[in-house]
């Protein structure tokens, strides 16, 4: 399993999450995950990495990903199939053959 990193998640960490240290050099830490029929990209994530989330009225954002939190400009952001994806984390709804990537970069 690979690990690359994006966001989007409940808070299971309990704690505070720490930042990565990444040169802007670096394009991104990514997350692999795949698809299966009817599973959240949240619930996904959730199932194989500790996730720290932010509800919002749009819906659960992910700040931190296996303690690797938000900062210095850089955040978690997830990709279905290489597109990008305008809807949170917990509202998209995978199925089976889906390839999701979690991106810990700047936008």
């Not at 997350?31 to 919002?56: F, N, P, Q, W």
């Not at 954002?61 to 955040?75: E, L, M, N, Q, T």
């Amino acid at each position: 399993m690979a690990i690359f990193v994006t966001g989007c998640g409940s808070d299971k960490t309990g704690g505070g999450a720490k930042t990565a240290a990444l040169s802007d050099k670096t394009d991104s830490l990514t997350i692999e995950l795949d698809g299966r029929d009817a599973m959240s990209v949240l619930d996904l994530t959730a199932e194989k990495h500790e996730v720290e989330t932010h509800e919002s009225p749009m819906g659960t954002f992910v700040k931190a990903i296996d303690s690797v939190g938000s900062g210095d400009g850089y955040w978690w952001l997830f990709t279905i199939n290489d597109s990008t994806i305008n809807t949170a984390c917990d509202k998209y709804i995978t199925k089976k053959g889906d390839v999701i990537k979690w991106h810990f970069k700047k936008p």
